[in-house]
């Protein structure tokens, strides 16, 4: 599940960097998926370890990063949606492809990772 998280991580800054300079590098919170990648590319790496014990730790703090960012990306996209709403102004479409990108990714990742947790626990491995 290690690897796993690596390209998920690759997957994020790659989305995030994307998102900055595709709007002309003016909106430094297009970075946030970057800031999410590389907190999961740190926790990935260190949970590719021969102990079982350091790999749980870090993969739990992997999933909990996730589930916080996508917390995060969910309140927002309802936050933005009831504020252009209310106003009646239209939301700028990167900004909500990369909130929803960022969404469906972290989305994927803690699916990913509860099921696997699921798996080694009925394996008898927890």
Do not use: D
């Amino acid at each position: 599940m290690a690897k796993v998280t690596l390209v998920f991580a690759v997957l994020l800054v790659a989305l995030g960097l994307l998102g900055y300079l595709g709007t002309g590098s003016q909106h430094p919170t297009a970075l946030i998926p970057t800031w999410i990648g590389m907190a999961l590319g740190v926790g990935g790496y260190l949970s590719i370890s021969p102990k079982e014990s350091r790999r749980k730790l870090f993969m739990h703090t992997n999933v909990t990063v996730a589930l916080l960012g996508f917390i995060g990306v969910a309140v927002e996209l309802v936050r933005s949606s009831i504020h252009a709403s209310s106003a009646g102004v239209a939301t700028n479409p990167a900004a909500l492809a990369s909130k929803i990108a960022m969404a469906a990714l972290l989305l994927i990742y803690i699916v990913l990772c509860v099921r696997s947790f699921v798996a080694a626990r009925r394996a008898g491995k927890v």
